[in-house]
């Protein structure tokens, strides 16, 4: 059996240069690599989209909506401001209103790792749980396990979660694998015998 590299997609951070968020991300990439993917960030500034609806996805969305297209699984990772996801990331996500009419529209068929980095602990969880009912609306798969991290607390870190995180991300993205079999978008198979 020959087992092709899962498309892993990043997507997070803030405009701050190494902000906790896209750190975070970027050891989430990082593990999926290591893990056997293939992956793709979308993270900083390369997330200063116009205001979706406003404009006709330019070279940058289409990048986006793309990689989106293709993806085996996602990665997101949010600030928390004032108690949410940042206006940023959040317009980002409204592009993948673009994917409402592909063979797997939206997420669907995709696990999401999601990654929650606020300056307390109570942004913190409504954080993720905001990030969770946006991937339910866009009807991908929010991993079990979600990760938090208090950047107001020194040497802050997250443990292994990250990795677990990432693992599960991994795993449904092998078991989903399969569902991309006879559409009509001719993707990569994960697994073919
Ligand atoms: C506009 C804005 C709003 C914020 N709101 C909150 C908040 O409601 N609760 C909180 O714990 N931290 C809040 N923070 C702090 C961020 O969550 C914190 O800096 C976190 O580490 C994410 O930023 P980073 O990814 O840039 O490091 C806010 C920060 C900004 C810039």
């Given at each position: 059996?020959?087992?092709?590299?899962?498309?892993?997609?990043?997507?997070?951070?803030?405009?701050?240069?190494?902000?906790?968020?896209?750190?975070?991300?970027?050891?989430?990439?990082?593990?999926?690599?290591?893990?056997?993917?293939?992956?793709?960030?979308?993270?900083?500034?390369?997330?200063?989209?116009?205001?979706?609806?406003?404009?006709?996805?330019?070279?940058?969305?289409?990048?986006?909506?793309?990689?989106?297209?293709?993806?085996?699984g996602?990665v997101?990772?949010?600030?928390?401001?004032?108690?949410?996801?940042?206006?940023?990331?959040?317009?980002?996500?409204?592009?993948?209103?673009?994917?409402?009419?592909?063979?797997?529209?939206?997420?669907?068929?995709?696990p999401v790792g999601l990654i929650?980095?606020?300056?307390?602990?109570?942004?913190?969880?409504?954080?993720l749980q905001?990030l969770r009912?946006?991937v339910h609306?866009?009807?991908g798969w929010p991993t079990p396990l979600g990760v938090i991290?208090?950047?107001?607390?020194?040497?802050?870190?997250?443990?292994?979660q990250i990795s677990l995180m990432v693992g599960q991300v991994m795993d449904f993205a092998?078991a989903f694998?399969?569902?991309?079999?006879?559409?009509?978008?001719?993707?990569?198979?994960?697994?073919?015998?």
């Amino acid at each position: 059996m020959m087992v092709a590299r899962p498309l892993i997609v990043g997507i997070g951070g803030t405009t701050r240069s190494g902000s906790s968020s896209e750190r975070l991300l970027h050891q989430a990439l990082a593990e999926a690599q290591a893990a056997g993917a293939d992956t793709l960030a979308f993270s900083g500034e390369g997330l200063l989209f116009p205001i979706y609806g406003t404009a006709k996805p330019g070279t940058a969305e289409q990048g986006f909506i793309e990689a989106l297209r293709r993806s085996d699984g996602v990665v997101i990772a949010s600030p928390g401001y004032h108690g949410s996801v940042s206006g940023m990331l959040k317009n980002a996500l409204d592009y993948i209103e673009e994917l409402r009419s592909d063979v797997r529209p939206y997420l669907q068929g995709r696990p999401v790792g999601l990654i929650a980095a606020a300056a307390g602990w109570q942004a913190g969880g409504s954080t993720l749980q905001h990030l969770r009912s946006i991937v339910h609306a866009l009807r991908g798969w929010p991993t079990p396990l979600g990760v938090i991290t208090n950047s107001s607390l020194p040497n802050c870190c997250c443990g292994d979660q990250i990795s677990l995180m990432v693992g599960q991300v991994m795993d449904f993205a092998g078991a989903f694998g399969a569902g991309k079999a006879g559409m009509a978008a001719p993707l990569q198979p994960f697994c073919v015998a």
